[in-house]
């Protein structure tokens, strides 16, 4: 299985970013029952689970993203999704997809994302 993450870049705070993370070299019926996470890692700070979609298809999310960002996928076109509203100085991070299967987990390569004040 391959993640290639983007979307990421500079923004102002109370901006928006919209992640993508596509994945390949995955059966459509696997990824479909996977759990689904984005995590991130800002300088100096240990990493960390933003959002996740179970396989029976409930959200969690971060306390301080709550209300504020919102993970999906599109099965069709093996896709997951972060976006990002009202975006925060303490925001900025690096991002990585996660795609967890019934064997292992997989990572993305991370997309930087810099929200500035």
Known sequence: VQLQASGGGS??????????CAAS????????????????QAPGKQRELVAELTSGGSTNYEDSVKGRFTISKYNARKMVYLQMNRLQPEDTAVYYCNVETSTRDYWGQGTLVTVSS
């Open 25 to 40: 070299r995955i059966i459509l019926s696997e990824f479909s029952s996977s759990r689904m996470g984005w995590y991130r």
């Open 11 to 20: 923004v102002q705070a109370g901006g928006s970013l919209k992640l993508s």
